[in-house]
């Protein structure tokens, strides 16, 4: 997750300026709310597309873990979205916590980080230890072996 945190950096990053250069917003607080649901949309957006294309993101080819449909020769659109939207169960629970709570510093931190680990807990749960947001979606991580490497017919000379 960490890996990919970063490389979402750019996307991240890429929005947020052209919604302000659209909004001529000054401040990161300016239309928080609608800044909030486009980062939502897009961040939903690349998975979708990058596990409905190949079942891959950068940070998953790298850690050769694919996504897959079992039984279908690709993830359906619907079930690449239901697992984006299944998998904000990883924060959401205790962001609602939080927020109803009104928790703030390090126990607001520590609610999420316990939220976090009683979801990933939830795998010793599965017969097949899967995350449950894989088991709702209707998919599964799967080790992905890396591509033969190719031959090389180039010959190289020394002048």
Do not use: C
Request: charged share 15%.
């Amino acid at each position: 997750m960490l890996y990919e945190a970063m490389l979402l950096f750019g996307v991240v990053f890429i929005t947020s300026w052209l919604f302000d250069t659209l909004t001529q917003s000054r401040h990161a607080l300016t239309l928080r709310h609608a800044r909030q649901v486009l980062l939502f949309v897009v961040l939903g957006l690349y998975f979708a597309y990058f596990w409905v294309r190949g079942g891959q993101t950068l940070a998953m080819k790298t850690w050769h873990i694919k996504l897959i449909a079992p039984g279908l020769k690709q993830v359906p659109v619907i079930r690449a979205v239901a697992r984006y939207l299944l998998a904000w169960l990883w924060f959401l629970p205790a962001m609602v916590l939080d927020f109803a709570l009104g928790l703030t510093g390090w126990i607001s931190v520590l609610m999420i980080v316990a939220n976090m680990l009683l979801w990933a807990g939830a795998i010793m749960l599965d017969r097949d230890r899967q995350f449950l947001h894989d088991r709702l979606a209707g998919t599964r991580l799967v080790v992905a072996q890396p591509a033969p490497a190719r031959p090389k017919n180039k010959k190289w000379y020394i002048l």
